[in-house]
Structure formats: structure tokens, C-alpha cells
């Protein structure tokens, strides 16, 4: 229960906290941007099951993949555009949430096979 409102609280209200240190005049806009990154999630609809608790999201989802985090990395150093990089901000966010949430996962089941 924890685990679920941390991951949905960093995917719709830590984004909030980034949008106002990045731009203070213009939150609104900065949120909506970084609320679309949330559209990366649409590789879980070619996965079989779509939604499966146990699965780790990194390294499994086409746009959750090592070489798709290297490309927003890679986006966030090289592009200049404030925009452009605060969707790549949004991105990195993202996938260090979707982390944080596999690590909480997995600390679970190492936790439950060593207690029993």
C-alpha cells in the first residue's frame, strides 16, 4: 500500500515540485509537460499481462529499456532547448521512479525469503 502511494505520488506530485524549481513563471505549462512523459507507459500495452505487480518495469518495457534511458540522458545533456530537455527530465524522472519501485519490490521478496 506504501510502495503503490510513493510510486503514484513521485509519478503525479513530486512532478509538480519539478515543474515549479524549473519554471516558476510558467508551473502550469512545465507540469502538463511533464505529466505527458507519463505517456511513455504505452509500451505496457504490448506486454502480456498488460499490468503485472510483480514485474520490474526497467530493462522489461521497450521505452523503459537501458538504451532508451541513455537516449533521455543523452537528450538532457546535449539538447539545449528548455523544453525539449524538461520532457527528458520528465523521462529520467520517470524511470527513476519505475526503479524505485522494482528495488521496493524486489527488497520485499529477499526480505519474505529471508524472515521465513
Not at 524549481?21 to 509500451?43: A, Q, R
Not at 533521455?72 to 530537455?85: A, D, E, G, T
Not at 524538461?86 to 519474505?112: E, K, R, V
Given at each position: 500500500?506504501?510502495?503503490?502511494?510513493v510510486h503514484?505520488?513521485?509519478?503525479?506530485?513530486?512532478?509538480?515540485?519539478?515543474?515549479?524549481?524549473?519554471?516558476p513563471?510558467?508551473?502550469?505549462?512545465?507540469?502538463?509537460?511533464?505529466?505527458?512523459?507519463?505517456?511513455?507507459?504505452?509500451?505496457?500495452?504490448?506486454?502480456?499481462?498488460?499490468?503485472?505487480?510483480?514485474?520490474?518495469?526497467?530493462?522489461f518495457?521497450?521505452?523503459?529499456?537501458?538504451?532508451?534511458?541513455?537516449?533521455?540522458?543523452?537528450?538532457?545533456?546535449?539538447?539545449?532547448?528548455?523544453?525539449?530537455?524538461?520532457?527528458?527530465?520528465?523521462?529520467?524522472?520517470?524511470?527513476?521512479?519505475?526503479?524505485?519501485?522494482?528495488?521496493?519490490?524486489?527488497?520485499?521478496?529477499?526480505?519474505?525469503?529471508f524472515?521465513?
Amino acid at each position: 500500500m506504501l510502495q503503490t502511494f510513493v510510486h503514484y505520488a513521485n509519478h503525479f506530485l513530486v512532478i509538480f515540485f519539478i515543474a515549479r524549481l524549473y519554471t516558476p513563471k510558467h508551473v502550469w505549462k512545465s507540469y502538463l509537460v511533464l505529466l505527458t512523459t507519463m505517456l511513455v507507459d504505452i509500451d505496457h500495452l504490448w506486454a502480456i499481462p498488460i499490468f503485472d505487480p510483480s514485474r520490474c518495469s526497467i530493462g522489461f518495457h521497450t521505452f523503459h529499456s537501458e538504451i532508451a534511458i541513455l537516449v533521455y540522458i543523452l537528450i538532457f545533456i546535449f539538447i539545449k532547448n528548455k523544453w525539449v530537455r524538461l520532457i527528458s527530465i520528465g523521462l529520467i524522472f520517470h524511470m527513476i521512479t519505475d526503479a524505485i519501485d522494482c528495488i521496493w519490490s524486489n527488497f520485499d521478496c529477499l526480505q519474505d525469503y529471508f524472515i521465513s
